[in-house]
């Protein structure tokens, strides 16, 4: 959650420090893949780390100012309704079902379906439950069945084009090189808290909304899941359309 000012001062640090080019040749260790672009697996955007959400910002601003508002808009209503509604997919894939930012993709998404054994890497249905729990008791949000209950399939679609095979090993000791960053730009108890690990279209959210908008979260939500709309939302959309990067 991070104002602005703070970002670029990140930005600037990771630039200087020479992360950027490190954060690459750790991706570059992983297979290249192919696949049908169905986009299914990018209804469950995956989280990422603050230091790939720099990556993927500093892309943004360099390279898609024609489609930001659009991206903004989405990312901003994902933030609200990432539990509220079920269609709802990662801000960054396009019309087409193509990542917008491919070239810097997060390490989870650049993994989702290249090990053999292909295992589900979203969540516990015991987690959502939980989950849903808590958005009663705390809230009075009744999360819908079928967001609770769903469940990302495994994917056998994912084709490996050069011969840089991995194992669950080399992804878990890859995993924690990209996360090294993070302890190197923040301090360790917002870290440890893996307050920084999360979907790269949330910490976008967190940089374009503002923290009135932030709060209100909970209320946007029951208000879109009791009534199917909410007004608030369609401001804090079209206002989150206008930020500059
Ligand atoms: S990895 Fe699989 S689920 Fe994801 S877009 Fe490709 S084919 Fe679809
Ligand atoms: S960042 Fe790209 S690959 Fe990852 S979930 Fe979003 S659209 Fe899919």
Same mark, same amino acid.
């Given at each position: 959650m991070l104002p602005v000012d703070k970002l670029y001062m990140l930005i600037n640090q990771a630039e200087t420090e020479n992360y950027f080019k490190q954060l690459q040749e750790i991706y570059n260790k992983l297979p290249d893949t192919s696949c049908e672009q169905c986009g299914t697996c990018c209804t469950v955007p995956q989280p990422a780390f603050l230091m790939e959400y720099l990556n993927i910002y500093r892309f943004l601003k360099n390279n898609l100012q024609e489609q930001l508002p659009e991206i903004l808009k989405k990312a901003a209503r994902y933030y609200f309704l990432e539990l509220g509604d079920i269609n709802i997919k990662c801000p960054f894939l396009d019309e087409e079902n193509k990542c917008a930012i491919y070239p810097v993709r997060p390490y989870n998404c650049r993994t989702f379906g290249v090990l053999p054994e292909k295992d589900t890497v979203f969540g516990t249905e015991g987690q959502m439950a939980a989950l849903a729990q808590k958005f009663r008791s705390e809230h009075d949000i009744r999360l819908p069945e079928e967001i609770v209950n769903f469940k990302l399939s495994p994917c056998y679609k994912v084709e490996l084009l050069n011969n840089k095979k991995v194992t669950r090993q080399k992804l878990g000791e890859y995993l924690a090189e990209v996360s090294k960053f993070d302890g190197l730009l923040l301090p360790p108890e917002i870290v440890e808290k893996n307050l920084t690990f999360i979907p790269a279209a949330v910490h976008l959210a967190h @940089?374009?909304?503002?923290?009135?908008?932030?709060?209100?979260?909970?209320?946007?939500?029951?208000?879109?899941?009791? @009534?199917?709309k909410s007004e608030a939302l369609d401001k804090y959309i079209d206002d989150a359309a206008s930020f500059n990067l």
């Open positions: @940089t374009v909304l503002s923290e009135g908008a932030r709060v209100r979260k909970m209320k946007v939500l029951k208000e879109y899941i009791d @009534t199917g």
